[in-house]
């Protein structure tokens, strides 16, 4: 394809994208797809000849769209938010049409720089002292994965280097609790610790880490012979948004020297609300830090922001340094490659810093509020109707509710949970996440597309009752 | 930014994007810039109010432009090539557009089935059987590392849901030769194995590994009690795009059930040529595969593909079943988030399943052979050339080269090379990427660009010859 193809084709896409965005409030919401359905479309076999641009459009339109999910629709109320504002979007645009990397410093300088200009601003933006330095990485998983394996290698002294995890005759075990994300399990399985060296630390009544019983597990692993590795404690946890109490679990891991990391993926947006930084007090006293841009503020995704402390050690532990990727510039400058696992590197600073640019820092407060009073309208709503509940405090804008109809018991309350919860997101109307709490089945309620608006909410609310009242009819 | 936004402004950027590519080969193909020019031109805090995208815009040309390396020019010759084709890139700007996450299936149905379709697509265009399924990931770092992860767990029977491998009595050790990547040191450090136990087996003069000398290493290890795990063959090293003889290693490493993976991200993209096949005769036998259609065969990056002959085994490995990820498809559907490290996945088929088919495979075929025929042609001028050596054999677009004049030791010789070839990046006029080859510094000429054409390839060798000429004469 020529750049004035690409022009021609190019100007429809941005107008398809522009139309998508427009139209998405009129799609159901959640695919109602079946499996295979996609597929038995798609030619099995890859063409030999070129196919015409409109061919491909048309497929598009006819068998991709209707196979989707729409995350940006305003009555998206899954998951967490990935909101891919268009500013952001717009910014990916430019670095996939440059079609730079960013192996190294030399390989394009200004990806670099950029990366290090943009990650101060958001370091400063969710108020972080200058002790941090950051990069931006795929998504939380890898971040929380780098963050153990770094955690490993100081506990260790470096064991990578030697005989590695398998050299070590004490066990080095993981701490995190019941509410913390299934990347924390994974990435310390991937890792090397084990299943047995994961500690299921216990939660209080708000589904936040104890720090007493964290003081209590490392004791009882120190009396017998296993070295206390590392922390992760999370701010905003999946399920129900808890935070668990950071300046509590430091002092309790900073004697020891065990590793704390904090997963804040998806409050870390928040955090440029002054008024919602005391869910991360003691931040300053971790080591390293994930926040997710591309959930809740709006970069498009992949952005994820990993934060350390001792950027010295995370690139001990990354660096490799063989002499295709040498430069004259080197000592002199950062090389991104040592600062994650892949080599290759997108421009991925670009969406940030359209998107921060596009919007300005207070914009994006007001959206973010304006989200959290949508969650705090909503929970009054639930919380003021009978036969309804909200289960968990809403320090953020995700909310744990169920209806609690008179006269089920456990098993059958189960049931008309993810029964209503399946018809309603069927429906297409919206679509909502349902999680377990405590054992039991209850509908996560995540507030923050950046299209939702108070009706959105108005309706959602309308829907959920008329759904669940429905269920319990048929009962 | 509305919809109405974004179709201007869209539209200026596409505009902006196709100039850039129409106007790149008439920028220096290096970047010129000093470390920090860049980010000493840039805001140091984010602003507080929107800022015009006219303003974006012109930092975007004014300060960003200048602090690249073009790696979409025509005289690109360095590193390896990562053609982001113009169809491709539009395929990703759909997918930015949408902003929709492939969690699990039913977060986005279509993401996960076109991936099964497209990563099918390209199994056939390689010569591949049915028995590998594909999935992708963002780079050939990532999917060597998952590689090494899963190869550790059928070693120790999945210890990682037990002691992990921090309980294993015999060392495992990881085997791959001097030519390897670097990514494969990083992933075995990363994974745990610790450089101790990873064994560089010699090669040949065509630097390639001796099946011999690794049936000797694993010998030695069985004899002193380690357990061999894998071996990480290479077809296309970065170096000299050397190829490991996979048959042949597939024959020592199977009686002891020993895990292949074949890391073919280079040459990969040239399978689709079936005069290359031969590259990597006995690929069925290997466990685990990754091609890089990022590179040569013009899939805006990232776009890694990771193929695996025992798909149960990865998601043994990778699996995570939180309750809030969980659906009625489950156990009728893919969910990717088994296949790789993160949760969250953009929809990267789109952008594999516009290239092939605005494509179409004949005419990638066609551009691939012209790239060889291009190489071949070089290779021809250097060697015939006195003073000049073509160092190890060209199978497929890249060459090691050596200006040699008479009466200089190995120092200066080294000297010189480092010398000319950095004049020559600094001229602005090509990029090439010197690298050590047993032990001495050569340059390596990388074809492969999509618009590199015969021309570019008789400036280069006019340039190369001119700059070691000039640093002759001032020796």
Redesign the interface.
Known sequence: ???????T???R??????????RVESLPV??R?E?????KQ??????????S?D??LAD?ER??????????HPSFF??FP??????S??G???S??????G?A???????T??E??VT???R??VGLSPAWSGVIQ?????ST?IAL?CA?ERTTGY??????????TQ??VVYTSAQS???V??AA?????????IRVVPHDGSQAMRPDALASAIDADRRHGAAPCAVVATTGS??CTAHDPIDAIAAVTQPHRIWLHVDAAMAGSAMILPECRWMWQGIERADTLVINP?KWLGA???CSLYYVRDAEHLIRV?S??????QS??DG??KNLRDWG????R?FRA?KL??L????????LQVRLRRDLANATYLGDQVSSTPGWRVLAPVPLQTLCVRHEPPGLEADALDRHTLEWC?RLNRSGATYL????LEGR?MV?VSIGAEATERVHVDQLWAAMRAEAERSVSSL
Chains 1, 2 share one sequence.
Do not use: C
């Open positions: 394809m020529t750049p004035e193809e690409f022009r084709q190019g100007h896409i941005i107008d398809w994208i522009a139309d998508y965005r427009a959640m695919a797809t499996p295979g359905d996609v597929k798609l030619a099995s076999a890859p063409p030999d000849s070129p196919e641009f061919a491909i598009l068998i991709i769209v209707p196979g989707l999910s729409h995350w940006q899954g998951y990935s909101n891919g504002s268009l500013a979007v717009l990916d645009y430019v996939t049409g440059l079609g730079v990397l192996l410093w030399q390989s394009s300088p200004a990806l720089e950029l290090e200009v101060d601003w958001m400063s933006m795929d998504t939380a998983s890898t994965l394996i490993r064991g990578l280097v030697r005989g590695g995890l398998q050299a070590e066990p080095l994300h299934s990347s399990d994974k399985l991937l890792a090397g610790f084990g299943r047995d060296n999946t399920s591309h498009a995704f992949d990354l490799t340094n063989p002499s295709y990727l004259a510039a002199r400058v696992i892949p080599l290759g997108r670009l810093w359209f921060i640019r596009e919007q300005g820092v207070a914009a399946d996440t349902p999680a377990l089945w996560r």
